[in-house]
């Protein structure tokens, strides 16, 4: 079945979990009325069904290929590309003095969700260059700003992002790629970056290269880090494309998916570059970046997960075998329990995970437009939570997407095998899923855990509202608040980091089912008599959400029994 | 780094888990003496790591291919294979009569674990043909015996199993291949099958098909199945492949992983067959063959999570990546907390899984060499749970590998997302995990649980004598125990299938835990002083087995509230 982007759950999201309606009231977002991001909602819809799906299963028959040098991409991409720019949808966030549209970026993240599900190997391209505008807009001097938000915002230019290098993964700080000033703001960088994502495409007329590298004597760690925008062609002061720069794709890699996507070594040999920030204050740029990335990752995650979902229910609604167990239903697999139960597990998680990514969203759009530090420290909270939350639903809903289809779901002609291939990467990039939960339950816990208190503070406070209306699960949601509430109390009294990063992948899981089933309640609460959201928010919050306290159980176990297992006892 | 076979855990679980001791002192099985069974896993393991473990990546980088209706297969499979039959290994475990070692199952199994795990693909070759040579010994006449089994136990010939067609995948009774009698006991077999694993090769005399057909005034439903045998070379009567029969191999199909095992769709033009035991008997005949295929399956899930780990394992000890918290440790990413969480929960469900699914082989062995009906209920009910189980930890140890990689991970040449692709069948074939669990709670329970709690007798009875060595351990297996009675109390006395079937898959995986924490405790029980396995078993009683008590509340939710939930709630 083709995918459809589910714009009717965005516009319900928004308006009943997440509250959007917040950010029409501050001035920022003053023109983004409700019609208005109905009709954006349409209008992205349409284009990710009618033009964007379509190319998914190309993406990853025909892969990108270096040629001489050259990135060429898969058939029709460029197309797409240019669908996506010319419907302005890179800018949407972007700031207006550049030709951005200024929207939320509670809408743009929505825009992304559906563009991930549609082919999230094309997507990657958009959402690059996103960031780099953030970055940019944050950070970059007047000229660098004036030359190139206006060509990034229009897509006409692309960017990336370049952290990576052999030696250099999670540890930024390790990187060794040179920068050395050449004056009037100029820097020569040379060095080598890996896992570039869209380092090149054969579709906009320059690619522009945000770069991490370290001045000659910097400090150690990421305190010595610089950020500088080198572009693969030099614009002139009229910002045409002119000169190429001295970097080169040295090769493409060969991924388990997002066949459509190239991801490059990249070398640099005294490649042309500006500085975007201060001298030594590039991990701060690359901060800024980075957060508003990972809420994009997250949606990719669940992007996928939604297409995968639809394509296993089509399927489900089609597919005859053995002898089902409603009376005068379908007769189709989607009868059987086994089969019900996974699309019910998918669909219900879906859910979840897109209201924690859009309130993450909602946080940041309001952190901007109030500079209220609850907001911005909410939204901090809830980045890695989005992130990894979002990224696993999406391998474990596509893994099930196979399941469904049974033998068929082997067969790559099917596409679900695809799903699961394309979104396994998102749990990796962008900060592993073990990252997130380190950066939660250390970094996004320095405030002794105040922010995490605010979040359950409100979902017990919505659970006892909706004690009258839907005593079950309003109680299981309040307890599981609670027993949540005094595991990150324990959480915050250690001392050890070894004890917290011990548990803390348990810990974020078991966060993101508590406001999982928050967001299912106040779904229940909003509809109307006893709907189809109630009956998916009864069997996530009584059939899923009971995870929690095994998993919080694991978190407060610490570090003594698992450090005691040896590098030796596993057999090293 | 290469493949290892772990033969030191197959003999420490024989010796301490599973008691392959009992087998020795059966008529049936006494020459496989302990010095026997020692130096065959030693030889095995050996055939493994030097010879078929390099044949791996070749099989994913040099798929099977169909040329002019003939199978090419990968370089270097052709070899391995004529390693494996001259070993003796294709009939291992068949009966010395036709030239098979006699050894038992149990042994069998281990071995093809390690198969497994050095290369899957070419592995599947000498399995199917395994399963073909046990339901030959029991259905077939002696003139088809006498005629086949030789050449099958050497391995000069292969076997297939021909189930699935288009229409007819979990619901077998659904298939319309015809049979028709020619007389003599000759049959003419027409239609068409599909996912015929190893369907043909360029390295075997013959392929020996065993297919499902339809005979023409037979029963609807699987009553009306018959099983026959169709050459692909029909043998004269010494036995020489002389004439080709009318079939032929239509397709290969583009599968996720597994691309070193062709898997083909075959078509049957008026093909002379042999029947299998009796007419109308096909179900029979093939049930035989499928029960040990099933736990043939499951060691293949955990023998690719066995090589999945260690691959995992080699890089974390290797790779340097940040400030580790261990002083005077490696200064690997293998110090850090949630990379050793995860290498320990893949280990340490890996062994609970093999412990399972030796166990389950360890009863089937003494059901035969006894005839016990306790022995052959204890192996049917662990049947399914070894198969799902076993799978399952296949996918999520080997994502897991992926995660522990990195960004590495996503790169193919680096042989983790390889297993990823391999694994991902066995949870869909040989009956979905779906149906295993759907097998367990209902055709399993059909003795109102006897054998649930015969399992669970001896558990409780084991933690006991644990309690004054592992106080907190033991309290926790016997408790799991108590628990997983409870919600066995609950199923078995539902009468409406759905209540069981909308739990099945999270009851096999409870019980699934709480047998693997049975194993654990006695490893700890059995090590001397407090060593790796107690640490180990410490780590799987205290973080993973918690789930167990989730899994039960989604057991006991039965069908209501998801039955409630229609299609049209699930967006069809």
């Not at 040629?67 to 419907?87: H, K, L, M, W």
């Not at 700003?145 to 230019?157: D, R, T």
């Not at 095998?417 to 990039?429: L, N």
């Not at 070894?498 to 299912?520: N, T």
Request: glycine share 10%; aromatic share 6%.
């Amino acid at each position: 079945m083709p995918y459809r982007a589910p714009t009717a759950d965005f516009q319900f999201i928004f308006d009943n979990i997440v509250g959007l309606e917040q950010t029409y009231a501050t001035e920022k977002f003053a023109e983004a009325t409700p019609d208005v991001v109905e009709a954006i909602l349409l209008e992205a819809g349409k284009l990710c069904d009618d033009v964007i799906a379509p190319l998914n299963r190309i993406g990853d028959l025909e892969p990108a290929r270096l040629e001489n040098g050259v990135v060429r991409t898969s058939t029709g991409f460029a197309q797409g590309y240019a669908a996506i720019a010319d419907g302005g949808w890179i800018g949407a966030a972007a700031s207006e003095e550049f030709g951005g549209m200024g929207l939320p970026f509670a809408v743009l993240t929505a825009v992304n969700d559906m563009m991930s599900g549609a082919c999230l190997a094309l997507q990657l391209n958009p959402l690059l260059t996103q960031g780099q505008i953030e970055a940019l807009e944050h950070h970059a001097s007047d000229t660098i700003k004036a030359l190139y938000l206006p060509k990034l915002i229009s897509g006409e230019w692309s960017g990336t992002m370049n952290l990576t290098e052999s030696a250099a993964g999670s540890d930024v700080g390790a990187l060794s790629t040179k920068a050395v000033a050449m004056g009037d703001g100029e820097y020569a960088i040379t060095g080598e970056k890996i896992y570039i994502s869209w380092a090149d495409n054969d579709f906009t007329q320059n690619v522009c290269h945000l770069v991490l590298a370290r001045l000659p004597d910097a400090p150690a760690g990421t305190r010595g880090i610089s950020l500088f925008m080198v572009p693969k062609l030099i614009p002139d002061e009229n910002g045409v494309p002119e000169i190429a720069n001295t970097l080169k794709v040295v090769s493409l890699e060969h991924k388990t998916g997002l066949h459509g996507s190239p991801t490059a070594v990249l070398s640099f040999d005294g490649a042309k570059g500006w500085i975007v920030g201060q001298e030594n204050g590039g991990m701060k740029a690359m901060f800024t970046m980075m957060n508003n990335a990972r809420l994009g990752v997250a949606v990719e995650g669940i992007g996928v997960a939604e297409a995968a979902f639809q394509h296993a229910l089509a399927y489900a609604v089609e597919r005859k075998q053995g002898r089902t167990p409603v009376e005068g239903g379908r007769g189709t697999i989607v009868e059987h329990a086994d089969v019900r139960r996974m699309l019910a597990t998918m669909k219900s998680q879906v859910f979840a995970a897109r209201s924690i990514a859009l309130s993450c969203a909602v946080a940041i759009d309001m952190g901007n437009a109030t500079g209220e530090a609850d907001w911005r420290d909410r939204a901090a909270f809830l980045t890695p939570i989005s992130k990894a939350y979002g990224t696993d639903v999406g391998i474990e809903v596509s893994t099930m997407g196979v399941q469904v289809h049974g033998g068929m779901g082997y067969i790559e002609e099917t596409g679900a095998g695809q799903f699961t291939r394309d979104v396994r990467v998102t749990a990796i990039y962008e900060g592993t899923n073990g990252i997130q939960a380190m950066d939660l339950v250390a970094r996004k816990m320095m405030d002794d855990g105040d922010a995490a208190f605010r979040l359950l503070e409100e979902v017990e406070n919505n659970a006892e509202s909706a004690r009258g209306q839907f005593p079950q699960m309003a109680g299981a949601v309040w307890a599981s608040a609670e027993t949540l509430r005094e595991a990150t109390e324990w959480l915050v009294s250690q001392d050890d980091m070894s004890d917290r990063f011990s548990g803390a992948v348990p810990f974020l899981k078991a966060f993101a089912l508590v406001l999982g089933s928050h967001a299912h309640l106040k779904a229940a609460m909003a509809e109307e008599g006893e709907g189809p959201r109630t009956r998916l928010a009864r069997f996530y919050v009584k059939r899923l959400l009971p995870e929690h306290v095994a998993l919080l159980q694991h978190v407060r176990e610490g570090k003594k029994d698992l450090f005691a297992i040896t590098a030796e006892d596993l057999g090293a």
